[in-house]
């Protein structure tokens, strides 16, 4: 099992590590080994690292509140688990030119225009898209779960398939990397 800590991913990621700190101390567990003041740098697996890049997109990019983020991570991680989302492994599935792609819809029902979000309140819609290799395929839903609301909302979509990639080839990349340890000896 390959682990990365919290600087090298902000690094790997480009954001700041003050930023990765937060998100991972609002959406993860307590660290195992230690708190603040430890002595010890948490390490992140690839279902912490897929889990804090999600929430992260969810509240820097969709401006959701971080109640409403752990929200719809708890709701949609049983689905995220089944699908193979959760674990970093050689899925072509996932990963290969000719895998599926996935996008996960976030329905959020609003106070008006231009008014925050009603708290708690989501539906979701997971969708299969064809590879792009393929031709006259439609696109499937595989999960759907919350009643879409019938007055004002807000779809929010995120590509679940990309955020993979990503945060998997972030990890491969810095297994290759030789760390700060070896490059000093």
Same mark, same amino acid.
């Given at each position: 099992?390959?682990?990365?800590?919290?600087?090298?991913?902000?690094?790997?990621?480009?954001?700041?590590?003050?930023?990765?700190?937060?998100?991972?101390?609002?959406?993860?567990?307590?660290?195992?080994?230690?708190?603040?003041?430890?002595?010890?740098?948490?390490? &992140?697996?690839? $279902?912490?690292?897929?889990?804090? =890049?999600?929430? +992260?997109?969810? #509240?820097?990019?969709?401006?959701? @509140?971080?109640?409403?983020?752990?929200?719809?991570?708890?709701?949609?991680?049983?689905?995220?688990?089944?699908?193979?989302?959760?674990?970093?492994?050689?899925?072509?599935?996932?990963?290969?030119?000719?895998?599926?792609? &996935?996008?996960? $819809?976030?329905?959020?029902?609003? =106070?008006?225009? +231009?008014?925050? #979000?009603?708290?708690?309140?989501? @539906?979701?819609?997971?969708?299969?898209?064809?590879?792009?290799?393929?031709?006259?395929?439609?696109?499937?839903?595989?999960?759907?779960?919350?009643?879409?609301?019938?007055?004002?909302?807000?779809?929010?979509?995120?590509?679940?398939?990309?955020?993979?990639?990503?945060?998997?080839?972030?990890?491969?990349?810095?297994?290759?990397?030789?760390?700060?340890?070896?490059?000093?000896?």
């Amino acid at each position: 099992m390959l682990y990365a800590t919290g600087r090298e991913l902000a690094e790997a990621f480009g954001i700041k590590i003050s930023r990765w700190k937060r998100w991972s101390r609002q959406f993860l567990p307590p660290d195992p080994l230690g708190g603040y003041q430890s002595g010890y740098c948490r390490q &992140y697996s690839f $279902r912490d690292i897929f889990i804090v =890049a999600l929430a +992260g997109h969810l #509240v820097a990019d969709f401006k959701l @509140a971080v109640p409403d983020a752990r929200k719809v991570l708890d709701d949609i991680r049983p689905w995220l688990k089944d699908a193979g989302f959760m674990e970093m492994a050689p899925n072509r599935q996932l990963l290969g030119h000719d895998a599926s792609r &996935y996008r996960l $819809r976030i329905v959020a029902r609003t =106070a008006g225009v +231009g008014r925050p #979000v009603d708290a708690g309140c989501f @539906a979701y819609l997971a969708v299969q898209l064809p590879p792009e290799s393929s031709e006259g395929k439609d696109r499937q839903v595989v999960w759907s779960a919350g009643e879409r609301p019938a007055e004002l909302h807000i779809t929010r979509t995120v590509h679940l398939t990309r955020l993979y990639r990503w945060c998997s080839r972030a990890l491969e990349n810095l297994r290759r990397k030789p760390s700060r340890h070896q490059a000093t000896s």
